[in-house]
């Protein structure tokens, strides 16, 4: 994570944490109302910065009642970051995929002519460069992704590799303006509005 980020984070937990319904901003009033209906003036509210590669980076507490929130901030925010053969053991376990999936989908990470990066630099191509040499990996690669991208939306966005601490919340913004949506509303989003280049989940890339 940026210095900006990890430091937009902390700013809206000292907003948050350890005050009351009344004594927060008329923007976090509204925030807070989106995520706990029945909050009331005098509902006590605590939130903590989460670290590692959990999804929720705050776990925010209203009334002992307990959310995930993960805050988004600008352009180009990365939503998953996970070891290639951790990946590909999730995939072929939990989600069936067969050998010859799991081959296309290292060789199109790697992209030099191998499935564990051991090939030389020189045979090393780019992402574009792949798919015009080897476009039906990519085809096989986007099928399994399409016929999964629900399952792999969750993992990559709200519940990460470490299934703990996942976030009930995506919160897009600062300490001062800001917009919050459900988990469940932002991978409805993204599996309905997929993005055209291949291989995509959704609207991830």
Known sequence: MSKDGFDNESRIVRELDGKSFNELSTHFKEIIKKIYPSVEETSNISAEKLGGTLKSDIELTIDGNIYGISIKKGSGNSVHQEPLEEFIKYIRESLN????????????????????????????????????????????????????????IERFLTVGVIEEKEADFIYYGNSVVGKIITSEQAVEYLCNNPLNNKPHVGGLS
């Open 97 to 152: 995929a067969d050998e010859a999936t799991c081959n296309c989908i290292a060789s199109f990470i790697w992209g030099d002519r191998t499935t564990d990066g051991t090939g030389y630099v020189r045979y090393r191509v780019s992402a574009r460069e792949y798919k015009k040499i080897n476009p039906d990996c990519v085809d096989k690669i986007q099928d399994f992704f399409d016929k999964n991208s629900v399952t792999l």
